[in-house]
């Protein structure tokens, strides 16, 4: 049996894997003893006025293209959303001052919140 540590979704799993010639075995996965690496996440919680830019899909922030607290126009391009290997821009659906709701190499859902526009 060889032992590997797993990591999926920022969680680490301990998996004992045993080699039984050609056809495939059961894998044991447990929780790894181990705290798993910090992953970047949104957590800030957003403001209850103002108009949200939501996620369209599930992806990855590649890149932040305006400062927290910056003044954006519509269809500005703000967030850069890293989906099955293509770069996304998220714009700005409005004018305003935008409140960042997500850090760049955050994983976020559909419908995140991204960011607020006030």
Known sequence: MRN????IDGKSYSVGVEEVGESVGEVAIAPAAAAPAETPKAVKSAPANGEKVLSPFPGLIKNILVADGAAVKK?????????MKMDNEITAPCDGKISLNTSKGANVETNAVLAVIG
């Open 4 to 7: 590997f540590v797993v990591t």
């Open 75 to 83: 269809d500005q391009p703000i967030i850069v959303l890293e989906a």
